[in-house]
């Protein structure tokens, strides 16, 4: 039998649990077989969209004893795996004030389980655990690594593919799995109007420019420093710009009378923040649950939506269910169940809880701020965002298990499993996926995804420096004035009408993936060639490739590919929440769909072993 030639589309995070589940599963049932597996990978292996040449000021999210790599019990990396915690005392790292280097000396201070690490050392550590994988590969795997992007594959009527590279070389494929990631959408129309506009209005303004995206964010270092910087979004990417406007250009934040004090170094800009919504990101609360705790759902359960589920099939022939009217009830029960408890230091008892009036008023307040609200000045709409700011970092200081509202919000992080039962693979009405996709998750992400305390505590220090202000308040519009060569961020309070006014324009969020509009050749390939499709939910597209739930990609006819898979931001529509690592000691999905896909290309190349064989004994006596 030939040689099996495997190819993996992107080495980030999701590639790297592909070639861990290999080592898991050839070892455990060896494949007497010669394969050849081919990476294809622009960067260093592991890193994707972590490279460990980025600022180390730019940091992790969540807590780095809860980030891992590696699947629990596994050959990898034993029963507890290694945590990014782990890896980083394991080399040497130490802490020194706000920054960390590795040391032989035992110099500065011991990395906790507390640390939100740099995502630099994101990278050295995903880089780390991709050699010790590759090490650990039997030795009929054979690896090889192109520094390319692939820009084509082409379906062979034998059943394989030619894989295309960017500098025009093509070689063969029998499997192929796509995990590449975080893509880049297409310029929007609004984009090509910013872009445009700042091109032809540049002689009027030097300092007109426009980012559609500030990564990587060193390309922020071209503006100005009397510039002021309108930055659009104020999730986690926004906190990428300011950090590399201000830390990363020689600003100090420091410790006064409990609370911090920004030190400008004056070569950085004013900023302005807004977004759709203008609500600030909440803080993670400190993390008293431990490297794996989480809290075990009385409502909002796996079996709960399937119940709904079963309902809905009985009443309308339908599993889909309606998001608002169905699910909603059940996570505002269990938010509202243990805001009770920990504020009574007591769990009521299940089966006879029923919210209080005030207890449903707190978890509508936690999810929508702005119900029922008006502001009459842009100053008040001000002081309201600041005291939200300093009212959740209060909240977040006292921990997940001290805070009524952590714990609360923390619920939606711990019932993601149950989420993703209800609305993967269109397990919404169309109608009601898009508000899901388009409202709720957005209201999760502010609350339950936020960053680290420390951030938030900076964005106060800011505005007191004068360095950081808001631009505006809900329903403001981002327009161009020719005139004065900038942009302008428009609101309308009561009878005031408030404009503010920009030299820069970054847009700071993350585009979802869609093969309607990333922008990467390869994408624009499997389209034409109708090897991919989007998924829908009806007319209802929220994003990704279609897949089945074996993570084969489906073509434009509804054929899925039984050599072709697809995983991660990719196939976020299909699937929920794929861009979160595996978290250390428990089963995390990430793990599971490698897992499903490695075991599917395994069993696939038995059978091809077989039919080999048959064929070789059939000619034997022929």
């Known amino acids: 039998m030939d040689t099996a030639r495997i190819t993996i589309v992107g080495m980030g995070p999701r590639g790297l649990s592909i070639l861990e589940r290999m080592v898991e ?30 600022p180390d000021h730019l940091l992790t999210n969540t807590v780095a004893s809860q980030v891992s790599i590696f699947a629990q019990d596994s050959m990898v990396a034993g029963k507890d795996g290694i945590s990014l915690t782990q890896w980083a005392r394991m080399v040497g790292y130490r802490r020194f004030g706000t920054r960390y280097f590795p040391v032989k000396d035992g110099s500065g201070e011991e990395i906790t389980d507390h640390d939100h690490l740099p995502r630099n050392m994101l990278g050295e550590y995903l880089t780390w655990a991709f050699d010790r994988i590759v090490r650990l590969l039997p030795e009929n795997v054979r690896i090889e690594h192109h520094r390319r992007r692939v820009v084509d594959l082409i379906a ?30 297409a310029a929007s129309p609004a984009d090509l109007a910013f872009d445009a506009f700042a091109r032809s209005t540049g002689a009027k303004n030097p300092k007109l420019n426009f980012y559609s995206t500030p990564y990587p964010v060193h390309c922020l270092n071209t503006i100005a420093a009397d510039a002021t910087v309108a930055v659009q979004g104020l999730g986690l990417t926004a906190y990428d710009v300011i950090s590399a406007l201000t830390t990363g250009r020689g600003g100090q934040f420091v410790e006064e009378q409990g609370k911090f004090v920004y030190r400008p170094s004056g070569r950085e800009p004013n900023i302005l923040l807004f977004s759709r919504n203008c609500l600030p990101f909440a803080a993670r609360g400190a993390n008293q649950k431990g490297i794996a705790g989480r809290h075990q759902a009385r409502f909002f359960t796996v079996d709960a939506v399937k119940a709904l589920q079963a309902r809905a099939v ?13 699910m909603l009830p059940l996570i505002e029960k269990e938010m509202a169940y243990v805001y009770r408890a920990v504020g009574t230091g007591s769990d009521p008892a299940p089966a006879s809880f029923q919210a209080t009036a005030e207890e449903r008023q707190a978890i509508s307040k936690l999810l929508n701020p702005l119900k029922g609200k008006t502001f009459s000045s842009f100053e008040s709409f001000r002081r309201f965002f600041r005291a939200q700011v300093e009212a959740d970092l209060a909240e977040a200081h006292k921990g997940n298990l001290t805070s009524p509202v952590k714990a609360a919000t923390d619920v939606l992080r711990d019932t993601r499993e149950a989420l993703r039962t209800g609305v993967e693979f269109a397990g919404l009405t169309p109608s009601s996926h898009k508000v899901y996709v388009e409202d709720f998750v957005a209201t999760t992400n502010r609350i339950s995804f936020g960053p680290p305390r420390r951030r938030n505590a900076e964005l106060l220090a800011l505005m007191d420096a004068g360095v950081l202000d ?11 004035d020719a005139a004065r060569g900038q942009f302008c961020i428009a609101n309308q309070f009561g009878k005031e009408q408030v404009r503010h006014y920009a030299d ?25 060639r109708e090897l991919v499709r989007p998924h829908l939910n009806g007319d209802y597209h929220p994003g990704g490739l279609d897949i089945n739930r074996d993570m084969q990609v489906i073509d434009a006819s509804g054929e899925s590919h039984g050599n072709l898979w697809a995983i991660g931001f990719p196939v976020e529509g299909p699937h929920f929440y794929t861009h979160a690592l595996p978290r250390p000691l428990m089963n995390s999905r990430f793990t599971q769909d490698a897992h499903r896909c490695v075991a599917q290309l395994l069993e696939s190349l038995r059978e091809r072993q077989q039919a080999s064989r048959q064929e070789d004994r059939l000619a034997a006596f022929s």
């Open 25 to 54: 599963l050839l070892h455990a049932s060896p494949l007497p077989l010669d394969i050849k597996v081919d990476i294809v990978e622009p960067g260093e292996c592991g890193q994707g969209s972590h490279p460990a040449h980025q």
């Open 156 to 185: 062979l009527k034998s059943g394989g593919f030619t894989v295309c590279l960017d500098n025009g070389f093509q070689y063969p494929a029998d499997h192929v799995f796509i995990t590449t990631g975080h893509g880049t959408r």
């Open 314 to 326: 009985a009443r309308t022939g339908s599993h889909q269910l309606d998001f608002a009217e169905e």
């Open 470 to 480: 808001v631009a505006g308040g809900p329903g403001n519009q981002v327009t161009t």
């Open 504 to 528: 820069v324009l970054v847009i700071a969020r993350l585009d979802p993936y869609s093969p309607r509009t990333d922008s990467s050749a390869l994408t624009t390939n499997l389209v034409r």
